[in-house]
């Protein structure tokens, strides 16, 4: 099974930066999509950005022109490059790997963005 570990949360202030990664181990299927997803208090969780093993890319509208997503391949590793922060993305950030076969989720990291 694949393993999932998040870092690069934390508090910035808005206008700020933070880059998100998410390294993948175990037994991992060559074509997969890894992607960010977040979650806020009395939200619903929502796709942030997710990124093809082709590198195929899709952003939520609210983060486009502020948020890259990218991934390393041979470090099975994605990022989330988090650019021109508002408090409005202060949210658990969910790192989520999907193939054929699994379709799993890591721990969370906050991201908190103040005024």
């Known amino acids: 099974q694949v393993q999932l570990v998040e870092s690069g949360g934390g508090l910035v202030q808005a206008g700020g930066s933070l880059r998100l990664s998410c390294a993948a181990s175990?037994?991992?299927?060559?074509?997969?999509?890894m992607g960010w997803y977040r979650q806020a208090p009395g939200k619903q969780r929502e796709l942030v950005a997710r990124?093809?093993?082709?590198?195929?890319?899709n952003y939520a509208d609210s983060v486009k022109g502020r948020f890259t997503i990218s991934r390393d391949n041979a470090k099975n590793t994605v990022y989330l490059q988090m650019n021109s922060l508002k408090p409005e993305d202060t949210a658990v950030y969910y790192c989520?790997?999907?193939?054929?076969?699994?379709?799993?989720w890591g721990q969370g990291t906050q991201v908190t963005v103040s005024s």
């Open positions: 990124i093809t093993s082709g590198g195929t890319t």
């Open positions: 175990g037994r991992i299927f060559s074509i997969n999509t």
């Open positions: 989520n790997f999907n193939d054929w076969v699994q379709d799993l």
